[in-house]
């Protein structure tokens, strides 16, 4: 697209209120356009509508009248998580009218440099302590996207002294045309998403869209031990700063020394960042890092790659490093009840997610998993089942799946918890049958595999019904 200014007298569509939906429609407004929202909720599940309205934006809702989209129509802006099936956006593309996220609105209003974190797992824990890293040294950063605040209204208030640091979706990044970040990381990838992608060719190319226009004086960051990542290189025209945690490189950010597949030791690891004159700064010792999880390790690599390559200094970065305690709902302890510990991460949507939170502990876990049906045959899981997990609760559409597979990893304390006419008694159900099964010394961790969308709004509704269960034993 080109800059919003330049629609000034042009018909412009919103598909999808929420957050970034008000906040594309107020600036695509300010700027002249003549803005349409249109949202398939009910009005009054639209309370947005009666502000837009008193702005002078026409407001749709209840459906996707048939004339919404028409040749007339110059842009159309979609909130990321609307299909591209669904028929607005399809009559769009067919007309040739361009369809983009809010990401590429933000883009175009945006004085501060871009700092574009993507990856299946670990965005918004990076992303936080990106955010943390630049404010520690000075760099005045702005935090935002798919983490919290739309990026249209953070870009709005944002000039060139800042870093505008944004976690970003696949859902986000596929509606983008010139979007350029000055940084561009991608942490790892792994199946998730394939509902909404159709298949991992179109997930891994949304993703790509990241590096796509990116070129001298930008910076990609992109996870070394994973090959998916590497296989983008050849692609990107972009500075490359790789980080590793399996590898010592000839530049980047990696752990010193390295990790060694799945093998358990006790070597006094630090991260390190060798330069490309080959000296090296020690930046913290792996065991002073404030989050547990070798996963998490690789996140503090990232996490210190961008902000190097954003003019942080290294010997800077300890501090946000050492005392940030996590995300809520990322592998996020909860309490100690008769010795036994109770975590909540619910943001584990994949297989992927919870087999890294599994390999965080060295205690026996008693897991409660399960919930959106995807596809997926969660046979991923098998293996790490089989090493770290003492009993399993399913739940949701996908329990069936996963007590499946646990079965075939010799899990001989298997419970598949009824639905119940309430979700949040499902799931309270789940926490007691896991709090039964576990002993002293044991985990019990919630770490689902699967979106929440069987049962719950979202992730984040799933994590504190879950804790609230917890406290409540």
């Known amino acids: 697209m080109k800059h919003p200014e330049s629609y000034r007298g042009q018909e412009v569509i919103v598909l999808g209120l929420a957050k970034s939906g008000v906040q594309v429609a107020k600036v695509m407004h300010s700027y002249g356009a003549v803005v349409t929202v249109n949202d398939q909720k009910d009005r009054d599940q639209c309370p947005e509508a009666g502000e837009l309205e008193s702005l002078g934006i026409t407001v749709i809702c209840g459906g996707h009248p048939e004339n919404l989209v028409h040749p007339g129509i110059s842009l159309l802006v979609k909130n990321p998580g609307i299909p591209y099936k669904v028929q607005p956006i399809q009559k769009a593309l067919e007309l040739g009218i361009e369809v983009v996220t809010e990401v590429e609105v933000a883009y175009h209003i945006c004085s501060a440099p871009i700092i574009g974190i993507t990856g299946s797992n670990g965005k918004t824990t990076t992303t936080t302590w990106v955010g943390q890293m630049l404010e520690e040294a000075g760099m005045r950063p702005i935090v935002a996207g798919n983490i919290g605040t739309p990026l249209c209204e953070a870009a709005q208030n944002a000039d060139a002294s800042n870093w505008m640091v944004t976690e970003l979706s696949s859902f986000q990044l596929k509606g983008t045309e010139e979007f350029r970040p000055r940084i561009g990381c991608l942490l790892n990838v792994a199946e998730t998403h394939l509902d909404y992608h159709g298949g991992m060719e179109d997930y891994v190319s949304s993703k790509a869209k990241m590096f796509a226009n990116m070129g001298e004086g930008d910076t990609a960051v992109l996870n070394w031990d994973d090959s998916t990542c590497r296989e983008l290189v050849p692609y990107i025209k972009a500075k490359l700063l790789p980080f590793s945690t399996n590898e010592e490189l000839a530049e980047g950010v990696y752990v010193s020394p390295p990790y060694v597949a799945d093998t358990e030791d006790n070597l006094p690891r630090k991260i390190v960042y060798r330069d490309e004159q080959g000296r090296v700064t020690d930046i913290i010792p792996v065991r002073e890092v404030g989050i547990p999880g070798r996963f998490n390790i690789a996140n503090a690599a990232a996490a210190c790659a961008i902000s190097i390559a954003a003019g942080a200094p290294a010997v800077r970065l300890s501090g946000p490093l050492s005392s940030f305690r996590g995300v809520e709902h990322r592998l996020e302890y909860v309490m100690d ?87 949040a008694d499902t799931l309270r159900a789940a926490v007691k049958q896991a709090a039964a099964a576990a002993g002293p010394g044991d985990i019990v961790l919630l770490s689902p595999a699967c979106a929440s969308w069987d049962m719950f709004t979202s992730y984040e509704e799933r994590g504190r019904i879950f804790k609230e269960a917890v406290h409540n034993l």
């Open 337 to 423: 009840l008769h010795g036994v510990a109770y975590y909540n991460n619910s943001k584990a949507t994949n297989s992927k997610a919870t087999t890294m939170a599994l390999t965080s502990f060295h205690q026996p876990i008693v897991l409660i998993a399960g919930g959106l049906d995807r596809g997926s045959d969660y046979m991923e899981l098998l293996p790490v089942l089989s090493e770290r997990v003492k009993a399993v609760v399913a739940l949701g559409q996908t329990a069936q799946k996963i007590a499946k597979v646990s079965e075939l990893a010799g899990l001989k304390h298997i419970v598949v918890v009824d639905n119940e006419e309430d979700a």
